[in-house]
């Protein structure tokens, strides 16, 4: 049914747009006869340029997964309170393009920092494409800028690990050995009432084992969103299955990549992308896409870099 929506979806947008180009039609032939329509026609012409463009957005995203939910992990790297504030930053970013994107926002884990920011968090991003989207933004994330945390005033460098995987749902059989997860529970940190912060309702999974390729590998799964200890260890257990799923995803297309001799490569744990608040500039390291205009990517503005990514793979596929 998802998938069929989908193509429900793009056949609508298709007929929005054919529809804007025989409005068009009508206000060049209302031109041609001396009618004053100069404004008419420009804001349709807008209007179709820009649904043209996201049409071809969403035409590129035909990976097996990218119909799916997502699940957003943010990780602040070594650094304290400057490195914590980023990983909230960039929360706050990623919740803020999802909002304008038209997608719904669940907050499944959120680790307050010591002193200001995240230790740690996850979101559940909801909505068609939600993972197509957002597995451009899987990397590492480094801001430069004068901290504020700092009395020196001195230019401090912050990293933030950001994890997208696709959310499995019957469809996908990922299966695990109950012995090699341990379970933690632990008191809920976030708002949900009295039961909430009085009983460990919250639950972690820890899941050491090995993937297909051989190495051993750590997974962590956390859930404090339910009221209920059963309900989050329901969620982690798909939680954590999601997480290894999109890691083995990564090893048969590493080896594919290595069998076609693909130049691209998208690891998680890469840098990705640069945010340098003195110089206003964020940079994508992978297409070289760039802006100027830091506020308004801070303020969720990602569409640019998004887009230019999907070209990027896009193109790659077709060499």
Request: proline share 1%.
């Amino acid at each position: 049914m998802q998938e069929l929506d989908n193509e429900k979806s793009l056949v609508k947008g298709w007929d929005a747009l054919d529809a804007l180009r025989d409005s068009i039609g009508v206000f060049l032939e209302f031109q041609e006869m001396g009618e004053e329509v100069e404004e008419d026609l420009d804001a349709e012409y807008e209007k179709l340029l820009k649904g043209l463009d996201a049409l071809e957005l969403r035409n590129m995203l035909k990976g097996t997964d990218d119909h799916r939910d997502a699940v957003m992990t943010f990780n602040p790297g070594a650094g304290g309170t400057e490195s914590q504030d980023w990983g909230q930053m960039l929360y706050r970013m990623y919740s803020r393009w999802a909002e304008r994107s038209g997608f719904k926002v669940s907050v499944i884990d959120y680790q307050d920092g010591d002193v200001a920011g995240i230790k740690s968090a996850t979101l559940e991003i909801s909505g068609t494409n939600a993972y197509g989207f957002l597995k451009a933004e899987s990397g590492v994330h480094r801001l430069v800028r004068v901290s504020p945390f700092d009395s020196n005033a001195r230019r401090h460098t912050s990293f933030c690990s950001v994890f997208i995987s696709p959310l499995i749902d019957d469809t996908i059989e990922v299966d695990i050995n109950e012995s090699e997860v341990e379970l933690q529970r632990f008191h809920s940190s976030g708002a949900g009432g009295q039961n909430v912060n009085k009983v460990e309702t919250g639950v972690r999974l820890i899941w050491t084992g090995k993937l297909s390729d051989g190495t051993e590998q750590k997974v962590v799964a956390e859930c404090q969103q339910e009221r209920s200890q059963l309900q989050n260890r329901e969620k982690a257990m798909i939680l954590l299955k999601s997480r290894i799923y999109e890691l083995e995803k990564e090893i048969q297309e590493a080896e594919k990549a290595r069998l076609e001799g693909s130049k691209g490569k998208n690891e998680w744990g890469s840098q990705i992308r640069s945010y340098v608040f003195d110089d206003q500039r964020v940079k994508d390291h992978r297409t070289n896409h760039e802006t100027s205009n830091v506020s308004a990517v801070m303020d969720g503005d990602l569409d640019e870099f998004i887009k230019a990514y999907l070209l990027m793979i896009s193109t790659q596929e077709q060499e």
